[in-house]
Structure formats: C-alpha cells, structure tokens
C-alpha cells in the first residue's frame, strides 16, 4: 500500500510502501521530493561463526549506491544506520542470529541519509523485528546567508556552508545518532536541533507511521 | 522533558501501537498476607515486554485480549521465531548418529532424535517432518520431537508423498488455525484436500488432481492480503470455474 504526505514549508512530499519485495522478510520503500531509497531486511537467520556474538544479534548494514561500487562514503553512513538501528532494536533477544539490511539507493536528490534512516525504520518495523523505539531522520543545512533549510535537496546542499543530519527517537524524542559537516557556531547547530525537532515534523513522521500501520490492519 | 502517559490498558484493546508506545497498570507491589483477595496477575504475549509495572509495546501490531488477563500483539511478520509447543513443518537436512537436523526456517536448525518417534524413524535426507518443539529459547539449540507427552504420534512424523509444500505469512496460518477459521470454512467448500499447517509460514497441501492442489497453493498464497469479501469473491469465481 502507498501514502502520500502533504507538502509543508519547510518538508518535501514524501511517501512510503511497506511489503513491497517478496524474497525478504521485510522490505520498504522512502521518497522524500525526488530523493528515494529502498530497504530490505533479512532476519533472525543464520550468522557465520566468525561473525557471532554470543549474547545478540549481529546486525550488518549495507548501502548500494545507485552506480558503482559502495566506496568509503557508503562506509561512513552504514556506520550511521548501524549505530543507529542498534540503539533501538532489541538484538539481546536473538543471541547468535544475523539480521542484514541492505539499503538501495534508487535516486539521489538531496537529504540521502535521512532517507535511508527513514527507510530503515519502516522495513524494520515491516519485518516484525522487536524494537524499543521507533526513529526518524532528519537533514538540515545552513545556506551562505545563515538561514537554516530543513530537507534540503542537492543543489541546496551543495551551496550550503554546513549540514547535518539528526537520528531522532520516538518515545523520549532524543538524539540517536547525528552527523555533521561543515563549520557553524555552537548557536547555529542549537537552532538547527531545535528546528529538526519542531512539533511539526516530529508529529508528520511519526503520526505518519501510524498511518502506515493502520492501513495494513483492516 | 519526558511525559509519560498513564494510559489504561483497556482504552488500548483493539488499536494499533507502535514500538515505544507504553501502558502501565494500577496494581500494587505489594501482596497483603491478610487480605483474602488475588493479586491481579496479567499474562503478557508476544509483542510486549514488562518493565517494572509498565507494559511496552515491542513490535507494531493491534493489541488483543482474551479474559481474564492475557494481552498480546497481534502483528505481521514472515520470519519464524521457534516457541515451545507449536507444530512446524521442517525438511531434514542431515542423517546423523541418533539424531536428525532439521530446517524449519529458522536462525538455526533443530536436532530430532531417533528416539523420538512413536515407532522406528523413518526418513532421509530431504523429506517433510511435521513435529512439535520441545525445546524453544534463545539461549539453547532448538529440539523437535514427533511425539506428545503420552508417546502416541498424534498425527506427527515424516509424510509428504504427492503434495505440494510452500510458503504464505505467519498471519495467514494463524488465521487458519483459529477456532472457527473463516478461510477454512470457505475452502473446504471448493475441493476435497489434504492440509497440513506448520506455524513457521509452511503448508503442505494434496488434491486428488494435481491441478486442484495447485489451484488451493495458489489461493492460500493470494489470500494472505485480501479483505474477506475479496476472499470470498475469488473462492466463488474459482468454484464455478471449476464446475
């Protein structure tokens, strides 16, 4: 099933589709204006002994670029869904299994990582995988006049002076996990977080969620 | 600042919660030695977690209730998590020493011994085992056996000749195993078949034609996202096809 969000001032349309792949155990999809990635997620299966840990699940993220071979790039942002993905699944209750998410990048238009973050969660939660929280991201930038963008696309990233991206929890509204590049002041990146959890885009995200699910339990 | 909403547990009944919603309950800790009365003792199933006296919602779902106090998340999912006491399908991977290895779908396989089984095992490498977990935690290997506490088979054991196996959700499987199942009820009016169901996502199925067991495979598999009025729609248009 799909949905569709209304554009706001400051958010691009997005939309999501859960359950779209037949081969994983989860798999959904997140546009957000002409950005889009697709996550797929395999889970609880066997683990590789060299891989295990005896206590939890080893949770293993990969990111395809849309052309060519994942670089160092693609490195650094699995690191970021990585993190971010252990903060709130509950891997203690799948001791030595594996869970793989695999993230596709179908088109890059700005905002990328909080894309992918946002696909995550839906195929996470898609799979039926026991999380404590749920998350969302969220991408801002600062352009040269000191005026903060909230989803930027790619040419507004590329002629701002610093950008960053918030992983932001569901239950306690906390920063999970947050990457930043470029320079800004201690009172730029205060205003930046505080717009990033405006009321507005918290409720549009998760009330948003909630409507996923909704629509796949009649 | 954090809030946190006290919300009852009954309010919550039949809506749907995502992970981090959280309901507590107005019991007290302590049990009086005197008072004649229960403690209220809640039963917690899958999908929900305690923590102290709050209930947490772990996986999206509709909250369900059965009396008197058992609550449970009534999510979807395809990926089996073995519990003890279900029945599963699973295919014999390895011939061992006195044990089988099977594969139900799981993170790993489980171990059936020779011994048990009502009679003499008889399997090879590749056929279907219908059995029941014994032993079914995150700690330990999981341990299937094809025998109830009495020793009696019971319908379990190694079976699959002339039928087709596949695979739908575990949502639809539930569906079919509850009392008074609608999807069976409307299937046992097509054709006379043969099911069997295992609570990991497989089902075996035999016809008397091959046709109409692949006609049932392909219904089972199709009906796992339909409304019960499309469901119906499709079994009607397949029985009058057939006749």
Redesign the interface.
């Given at each position: 099933m799909e949905a569709c969000g209304s554009s706001s001032v400051s958010l691009r349309e997005f939309g999501c589709e859960q359950s779209l792949l037949s081969r994983p155990?989860?798999s959904a999809s997140f546009t957000q204006g002409d950005t889009s990635v697709l996550a797929a997620v395999y889970?609880?299966?066997?683990?590789k002994v060299s891989k295990e840990i005896y206590d939890r699940a080893t949770l293993e993220v990969l990111i395809q670029p849309k052309v060519g071979l994942p670089g160092v790039r693609e490195r650094s942002q699995e690191q970021c869904v990585r993190e971010t993905c252990e903060a709130?699944l509950?891997l203690t209750?799948?001791?030595?299994?594996?869970l793989t998410l695999i993230l596709q990048v179908i088109h890059d238009a700005g905002s990328l990582l909080s894309c992918c973050l946002n696909a995550a969660c839906m195929a996470l939660?898609?799979?039926?995988?026991?999380?404590?929280?749920?998350f969302c991201g969220v991408t801002c930038a600062i352009d040269t006049d000191g005026q903060i963008i909230t989803d930027p696309t790619a040419a507004q990233e590329k002629e701002s002076r610093a950008l960053m991206t918030f992983a932001v929890?569901?239950?306690?509204?906390k920063v999970l996990m947050s990457l930043t590049k470029g320079s800004f002041s201690v009172h730029e990146s205060r205003a930046m977080s505080a717009i990033c959890f405006r009321s507005t885009i918290r409720w549009f995200f998760?009330r948003f969620?909630?409507h996923i699910?909704?629509i796949?339990?009649? | 600042t954090?809030t946190t909403t006290h919300v009852s547990e009954a309010e919550k009944v039949g809506e749907?919660l995502?992970?981090?919603d959280e309901f507590c309950f107005q019991t007290d800790d302590t049990i009086s030695l005197t008072d004649p009365g229960r403690p209220e003792k809640v039963v917690c199933g899958p999908?929900l977690?305690r923590s102290g006296d709050r209930l947490?919602v772990?996986?999206?779902?509709?909250l369900r209730h059965k009396q008197p106090n058992m609550f449970w998340m009534?999510?979807?999912?395809?990926?089996y998590?073995p519990a003890k006491g279900e029945t599963v399908i699973g295919i014999v991977t390895v011939k061992s020493g006195d044990v089988f290895k099977v594969d139900f779908g799981?993170?790993?396989q489980a171990s059936l011994s020779y011994l048990a089984f009502e009679g003499r095992p008889r399997g090879t490498v590749g056929d279907l085992v219908f059995s029941q977990f014994i032993i079914a935690n995150?700690?330990m290997e999981p341990e299937l056996v094809c025998m109830d506490s009495s020793g009696r088979a019971n319908g379990m054991g190694v079976f699959g000749g002339g039928g087709l196996l596949f695979i739908v959700s575990l949502g639809l499987v539930r569906r079919l195993l509850a009392p008074h199942s609608e999807v069976l009820a409307d299937l046992q009016q097509l054709f006379p078949c043969e099911l069997v169901l295992g609570m990991n996502g497989r089902l075996w199925v035999r016809s008397s034609s091959i046709q109409q067991t692949l006609v049932i495979a392909n219904l089972l598999q199709s009906c796992d996202t339909m409304?019960a009025q499309q469901r119906q729609q499709l079994f009607r248009r397949v029985a009058q096809g057939a006749l």
């Open positions: 155990d989860g889970g609880p299966a066997e683990v709130s509950l209750l799948h001791p030595r299994s594996s939660m898609d799979a039926g995988l026991p999380m404590s929280c749920l929890d569901s239950k306690d509204r998760f969620y909630l699910t909704d796949s339990y009649f | 954090t749907v995502l992970p981090g999908g977690r947490l772990c996986k999206s779902g509709v009534d999510s979807q999912q395809r990926r998590v799981g993170s790993e995150k700690d409304t």
